[in-house]
């Protein structure tokens, strides 16, 4: 699949944060590996596992990083990078979930835009 691509700035005034380069349709990515798959498998996994389990995109431009915590709360690490060969910046985050029906929330709103993104792709294929 094609990647769509085209010059953007984005601006995050209140962080001081400001971002100039391509822009990416990330939907292949997301949907064509696993995103959701991999987070369904941490909500089943309600109980706990032992080390560290991960997750990238096909262009490894977004990273999943996922750690069992003490007290039933699912730690992850969610990386979005910039691509090979410049891989000039790297923007990292963390989120806490409940293990159990937060992340199977979670896992489900991840299948629904991962659907929507497909949705769309596919309506502006057969409308150009």
Known sequence: MGEAEEDSNARLPHQGLRAMGKRRDLGA???????GVFLTSLAEDFRGW?????????GC??????EHRHGGHVQLMWGIHDRAPSEEWHFPTTTVHAAGEDMRNLAAEVHTLIAGRREVAERGRLTT
């Not at 032992?50 to 096909?58: A, D, F, I």
């Not at 431009?61 to 996922?66: I, K, P």
């Open 61 to 66: 431009d977004l990273t999943l990083s996922a």
């Open 50 to 58: 032992k080390g560290v389990r991960t997750w990238h995109s096909l």
């Open 29 to 35: 990515d997301l949907g064509g590996d696993g995103l």
